[in-house]
């Protein structure tokens, strides 16, 4: 906290308690420390000529006397300049027996800077302590960001941040806060939770004062707002400070880059997932916003989930990515994925996104930071042979109208008859019985495990493949898949040196795996798995290619835990 001063007789005289017989032109930058005051900060004061103007200081005190009508005009035009919180200082009252303030009243409404006016005496020592007390309160709490004056509400910056707050702790999601939301409120904010009588207490106020504050024995959002009102209103601006400050926000109103995007550290060639808690917070926000218990997310729901970000951060073409319902809803499951495709490709998104959200405040975390896991570098796990990533990619390539985009849609249920197109597709498979994410994308040499995919029909596509694996792969320890595309058409010979059914016999690679999504019968998922499998462990791969029971065994139950895995989730729901 630093504070600019223009008379050097205050600082004196409450360094030294007592009026100076001999002031110097200008007295020496003073630190008070923490430890003896009232707001526990060390407060640096300055003291400053005409001549040497800081527009950066955290505080202005502006000086008049009050027995000089002189002064007290320049105050105003000293205030035109202000960029900071101002105080009127009225100093010399000793020299007059009456107040200033009713000259200072139209200063201090014309510049909503000044946050008060305080007359004191260096001389008797009258208000010194209570005017640098009040400077600092005004470092700390300013009223400008907060309040206007003249309409007497809070400003549209101030309800933009409290509404947000008011919607992360309405977990329930039931427009009003309950008197278990209100009590983890005010435990997480002021570390100490409300008596029930002092519940009642805090709500009966807000009755007497509106008809729609309350609603169902819970505080509405005007409610919440009108608390904050009247907090500032009467002096105690330091409340609501540390509320925003709690979920975030710098004095600007906005929040912070430190909030938002914790340091976290990602070595090379280690990936980023989000941990059980992420998941168990991302679940209970799901359930929050799916008023319908459908298990997906109607357009109107998504844009109420969302209502805390300052922005809409999932477009169209999330629904082209993840798992929908016949409505083209994002389901439960596709929208885990979504949040699992944004950690591993982007991990600062997903890290801005869990703070708007409020991650570290619902689960009482230092930062969202918390929610992430950062795998171990492959390389150690291809030496251990074993991973515990729970998140691989999948890269397809092939020549243009191979067939890559039915490939994507399909691993999300959907055949021709859905014309979506899309650059990643991410859903979940069972390997062994343990649930993955397979984040299956085009055009990218990168991944886990590699689908080379032809078209069987049109005799130049394959040789496109070979290349690709000729030039990339062939020395890569990156497992590869040859997927023979439209396998309901008829089959073509390949112009190319070598059939694939060969080329796969000559690189030691599994024979090519027919693949059609041009039906109107579900969809066979099995490849994904063995894609999956393949990805998890590499050095099986190539040895166990043409053992049949190496996929068997992968893949056993898979579609037995996926359906089990959703029935689990509706009887949670009804549960709820």
């Known amino acids: 906290c630093k504070i600019e001063l223009k008379l050097t007789s205050l600082i004196m005289s409450l360094v030294s308690e007592e009026f100076p017989d001999e002031v110097p032109l200008r007295a020496e930058e003073i630190t008070i420390p923490a430890d003896v005051t009232p707001e526990r900060v060390p407060t640096h004061i300055v003291d400053y000529s005409g001549k040497h103007i800081d527009t950066m ?45 009713e000259t200072i009243l139209p200063i201090m409404n014309q510049f909503q800077d000044i946050e008060t006016c305080v007359e004191c005496s ?108 009247l907090f500032i209103q ?24 430190e909030y938002l995007f914790p340091i976290i550290k990602i070595p090379p060639d280690c990936t980023t997932e989000l941990n059980h808690n992420a998941y168990l917070f991302l679940q209970s926000v799901f359930d929050k916003h799916d008023k319908d218990r459908d298990c997906a997310l109607s357009p109107e729901e998504v844009k109420d989930l969302f209502k805390v970000f300052p922005y809409m951060p999932w477009g169209p073409d999330v629904n082209n990515t993840v798992c929908t319902n016949d409505q083209g809803w994002i389901t439960y499951q596709g929208y885990l994925s979504q949040w699992t495709l944004t950690t591993y490709l982007d991990v600062q998104r997903s890290l801005e996104y869990l703070g708007y959200l409020g991650y570290s405040i619902i689960y009482e975390q230092e930062s969202q930071a918390a929610a992430i896991t950062v795998t171990r570098n492959k390389r150690i796990d291809l030496q251990k042979k074993q991973t515990q990533r729970s998140v691989f990619r999948c890269n397809v ?30 859903s979940t498979t069972y390997v062994y019985g343990q649930e993955k994410y397979l984040l299956v994308r085009t055009a990218e040499l990168a991944c886990d495990v590699v689908c080379l995919v032809y078209d069987v029909n049109n005799p130049r596509s394959f040789e496109y493949c070979a290349k690709v694996y000729k030039q990339y792969f062939i020395d890569s320890k990156t497992p590869c898949v040859v997927i023979a595309a439209k396998s309901d058409l008829h089959e073509v010979r390949q112009h190319y040196s070598l059939s694939p059914h060969e080329f796969c016999r000559k690189h030691k690679l599994h024979p090519p795996q027919p693949f059609t999504c041009n039906t109107t019968e579900a969809l066979n998922k099995d490849i994904y798995t063995r894609l999956t499998t393949m990805a998890m462990y590499p050095h099986m791969a190539q040895a166990d290619l043409k053992n049949s029971t190496f996929w068997l065994r992968a893949s056993v139950g898979a579609t037995v835990i996926a359906v089990l895995g959703f029935a689990m989730y509706r009887a949670l729901l009804k549960q709820r």
């Open 57 to 101: 200081t955290d505080k202005n005190k502006s000086i008049y006397s009050v027995n000089n009508k002189k002064s007290i005009e320049k105050v105003r035009m000293d205030s035109v300049c202000v960029v900071v919180p101002l105080i009127l200082v009225g100093n010399k009252s000793d020299l007059v027996e009456h107040s200033s303030m």
């Open 122 to 229: 260096a001389k008797n020592l009258k208000n010194i302590s209570e005017l640098f007390y009040y400077a600092q309160k005004a470092v700390l709490h300013p009223t400008g960001p907060l309040y206007c004056p003249e309409e007497k509400e809070l400003k549209s910056s101030c309800i933009k941040a409290l509404t947000r707050i008011f919607k992360v702790s309405d977990l329930d999601n039931d427009g009003i806060l309950n008197d278990n939301e209100l009590n983890f409120f005010q435990r997480t904010c002021f570390n100490t939770p409300l008596a029930p009588q002092a519940l009642e207490d805090v709500k009966n106020v807000v009755r007497r004062n509106m008809n729609d504050g309350v609603k169902d024995n819970g505080l509405t959002l005007k409610g919440f707002l009108f608390l904050h009102t």
């Open 234 to 257: 009467r002096g105690r601006h330091e409340t609501t400070w540390t509320v925003l400050r709690r979920f975030g926000y710098d004095d600007d109103l906005e929040l912070t880059q």
């Open 397 to 426: 390539l092939g020549a243009r109208g191979s067939g890559k985009s039915g490939f994507l849609q399909a691993f999300l249920g959907r055949n021709l008859q859905v014309n979506h197109k899309s650059f990643y597709a991410i």
